[in-house]
């Protein structure tokens, strides 16, 4: 039987993802079979994972972190909001249907509690130590009796929780107390320790709140953790982009700029993370007119609602400087909803996604993509097929990424250019064309998620826009996986730096290897 350790909040959004990935690092460092646990997200950004299911990205990372490939038992529940108060429902890795919240919170969540139970058990028999995420906050009382991934999973397995403030947003001190107090005997008597997170400054200036925390709510204080700056990890909530660049500046000007549109239900920005850590680009997500400038390259993202993003970016008439920026000879890349949208018609005859039957698309590509119920999913390994762009035909090979949309696209015509060919679907060799080209290589699209992961591919890309300018090529300037396993050490140091991990380990119940 496994060890735990489940990390809450006050709120959403106050680092328990993170430092879940911390601990996953350090106690894979250490030498224990960890695994991270969520039961329940509500996120648009998501992952396939090898057997062709759907979950979050946070446990992605946190597996990584772990040593560990990403499956669905981690985090078993994923709710991805869809618009009007609705989510999809995605239980073991697979859609069961649309929900409103109502219907969701006071309801169906007792039923998903079921799959909960069933992976939790599967992970207590083959690893070590538990580190388990909650959502929110586990005080939220209109939630409470329904509520699946907090003090319920606490409960179940008699989990030490750790509580987390936010202190960089203010009222860190108030909301440990408040939390506690809302919580009701036996809540309270499972947290056995609180975390400050994101401070800024002289620690030794926060000695006197920490003295107060301890002595009020009778919990000790395992620790401040410092704000860190560029993590250089996934991010699966929409909130992180908030934190993220909105326009160009005048540091920027030897820098290739790249603009990505941010949609109302924008997914899988995590597909940009590699472009934006690039030395010689400037990736900034603009939602207006007046923040789309003059790019170098424009990205239309994935969407968990196709059709109401690209009325919205026909509303803000962001649609017509789109198309004035590609008509002066401004690449654009769509990739999954963003390049369904470069077709000329969006079929929904039943009503998936919206209230639409039809609507017209950026009319870019000769296809047409009507949704049905059934969801594509799956990892790929790609290779360039047919890619001429900006003056000369890319290549690329073993470019991994993974598929994971509604709706069937067809050509309204022959000879397009068809920039990728799948090679491995799953674990099976085949040869599947990808994506479509414009006539004059300037309008791009793909299904695969993750194509600019590949640090090769990235840099023959990117070295087209360089060369736009005048500039001279570059040889590979980042290395995407190595990077993040640098950012994995890098948060286990700062965090193992800054908390008691003497304690910590008591508290799980499992020795300290050095």
Same mark, same amino acid.
């Given at each position: 039987?496994?060890?735990?350790?489940?990390?809450?909040?006050?709120?959403?959004?106050?680092?328990?993802?993170?430092?879940?990935?911390?601990?996953?690092?350090?106690?894979?460092?250490?030498?224990?079979?960890?695994?991270?646990?969520?039961?329940?997200?509500?996120?648009?950004?998501?992952?396939?994972?090898?057997?062709?299911?759907?979950?979050?990205?946070?446990?992605?990372?946190?597996?990584?972190?772990?040593?560990?490939?990403?499956?669905?038992?981690?985090?078993?529940?994923?709710?991805?909001?869809?618009?009007?108060?609705?989510?999809?429902?995605?239980?073991?890795?697979?859609?069961?249907?649309?929900?409103?919240?109502?219907?969701?919170?006071?309801?169906?969540?007792?039923?998903?509690?079921?799959?909960?139970?069933?992976?939790?058990?599967?992970?207590?028999?083959?690893?070590?130590?538990?580190?388990?995420?909650?959502?929110?906050?586990?005080?939220?009382?209109?939630?409470?009796?329904?509520?699946?991934?907090?003090?319920?999973?606490?409960?179940?397995?008699?989990?030490?929780?750790?509580?987390?403030?936010?202190?960089?947003?203010?009222?860190?001190?108030?909301?440990?107390?408040?939390?506690?107090?809302?919580?009701?005997?036996?809540?309270?008597?499972?947290?056995?320790?609180?975390?400050?997170?994101?401070?800024?400054?002289?620690?030794?200036?926060?000695?006197?709140?920490?003295?107060?925390?301890?002595?009020?709510?009778?919990?000790?204080?395992?620790?401040?953790?410092?704000?860190?700056?560029?993590?250089?990890?996934?991010?699966?909530?929409?909130?992180?982009?908030?934190?993220?660049?909105?326009? #160009?500046? +005048?540091?920027? %000007? =030897?820098?290739?700029?790249?603009? @990505?549109?941010?949609?109302? !239900?924008?997914?899988?920005?995590?597909?940009?993370?590699?472009?934006?850590?690039?030395?010689?680009?400037?990736?900034?997500?603009?939602?207006?007119?007046?923040?789309?400038?003059?790019?170098?390259?424009?990205?239309?993202?994935?969407?968990?609602?196709?059709?109401?993003?690209?009325?919205?970016?026909?509303?803000?008439?962001?649609?017509?400087?789109?198309?004035?920026?590609?008509?002066?000879?401004?690449?654009?890349?769509?990739?999954?909803?963003?390049?369904?949208?470069?077709?000329?018609?969006?079929?929904?005859?039943?009503?998936?996604?919206?209230?639409?039957?039809?609507?017209?698309?950026?009319?870019?590509?000769?296809?047409?993509?009507?949704?049905?119920?059934?969801?594509?999913?799956?990892? #790929?390994? +790609?290779?360039? %097929? =047919?890619?001429?762009?900006?003056? @000369?035909?890319?290549?690329? !090979?073993?470019?991994?990424?993974?598929?994971?949309?509604?709706?069937?696209?067809?050509?309204?015509?022959?000879?397009?250019?068809?920039?990728?060919?799948?090679?491995?679907?799953?674990?099976?060799?085949?040869?599947?064309?990808?994506?479509?080209?414009?006539?004059?290589?300037?309008?791009?699209?793909?299904?695969?998620?993750?194509?600019?992961?590949?640090?090769?591919?990235?840099?023959?890309?990117?070295?087209?826009?360089?060369?736009?300018?005048?500039?001279?090529?570059?040889?590979?300037?980042?290395?995407?996986?190595?990077?993040?396993?640098?950012?994995?050490?890098?948060?286990?140091?700062?965090?193992?730096?800054?908390?008691?991990?003497?304690?910590?380990?008591?508290?799980?119940?499992?020795?300290?290897?050095?």
């Amino acid at each position: 039987m496994a060890k735990s350790i489940m990390l809450m909040g006050t709120s959403s959004h106050v680092g328990k993802s993170i430092l879940t990935t911390a601990l996953c690092r350090i106690f894979y460092q250490q030498g224990h079979h960890v695994v991270p646990f969520k039961a329940q997200n509500m996120a648009l950004n998501s992952y396939v994972t090898l057997d062709g299911r759907e979950m979050g990205r946070a446990q992605v990372a946190q597996a990584e972190a772990a040593g560990l490939v990403p499956v669905v038992d981690m985090n078993p529940v994923l709710l991805k909001p869809t618009g009007n108060a609705q989510s999809q429902v995605i239980i073991q890795g697979e859609p069961v249907g649309n929900m409103s919240a109502r219907e969701y919170h006071q309801g169906y969540s007792l039923k998903a509690w079921k799959a909960v139970q069933n992976s939790l058990d599967r992970l207590d028999k083959e690893y070590e130590i538990l580190v388990i995420e909650g959502a929110g906050s586990p005080a939220e009382i209109n939630l409470k009796a329904n509520d699946i991934v907090n003090m319920r999973v606490a409960k179940h397995l008699n989990a030490p929780v750790l509580l987390i403030a936010d202190i960089d947003r203010g009222g860190a001190i108030a909301s440990l107390v408040g939390t506690l107090e809302l919580l009701d005997e036996e809540e309270r008597a499972l947290v056995k320790g609180l975390i400050i997170n994101k401070f800024r400054g002289d620690v030794t200036l926060l000695t006197p709140a920490l003295s107060f925390l301890e002595e009020k709510t009778g919990k000790p204080v395992l620790g401040v953790i410092p704000h860190i700056e560029s993590l250089g990890i996934d991010e699966e909530d929409s909130v992180s982009l908030d934190e993220k660049p909105y326009g #160009v500046s +005048a540091d920027d %000007a =030897d820098l290739i700029h790249i603009s @990505v549109i941010r949609t109302p !239900k924008l997914s899988n920005f995590t597909d940009f993370d590699a472009l934006a850590n690039e030395p010689d680009v400037a990736l900034y997500y603009v939602s207006s007119v007046e923040e789309l400038g003059t790019p170098d390259l424009i990205l239309l993202p994935g969407s968990k609602n196709t059709t109401e993003d690209l009325l919205y970016i026909r509303s803000t008439g962001l649609e017509e400087s789109i198309k004035k920026c590609v008509s002066y000879g401004t690449p654009l890349f769509g990739i999954c909803g963003g390049y369904q949208m470069l077709g000329h018609l969006i079929r929904d005859p039943m009503h998936t996604e919206s209230e639409y039957s039809e609507i017209k698309g950026f009319e870019y590509l000769p296809m047409v993509t009507t949704f049905a119920a059934h969801k594509h999913l799956r990892q #790929v390994v +790609a290779e360039c %097929a =047919d890619f001429p762009f900006l003056g @000369v035909q890319l290549v690329g !090979k073993g470019l991994i990424g993974y598929e994971i949309h509604m709706g069937e696209t067809f050509f309204t015509k022959e000879n397009v250019h068809r920039p990728f060919r799948i090679v491995r679907a799953a674990e099976q060799e085949t040869c599947i064309m990808d994506g479509a080209l414009s006539a004059d290589g300037l309008v791009i699209g793909t299904y695969i998620h993750g194509i600019f992961d590949d640090d090769t591919f990235r840099r023959i890309f990117l070295n087209r826009l360089r060369i736009q300018h005048g500039w001279a090529e570059l040889p590979i300037q980042y290395h995407y996986r190595a990077e993040k396993e640098h950012a994995y050490n890098r948060l286990a140091d700062t965090v193992r730096g800054s908390l008691d991990m003497k304690k910590l380990m008591s508290v799980i119940g499992v020795e300290e290897n050095v």
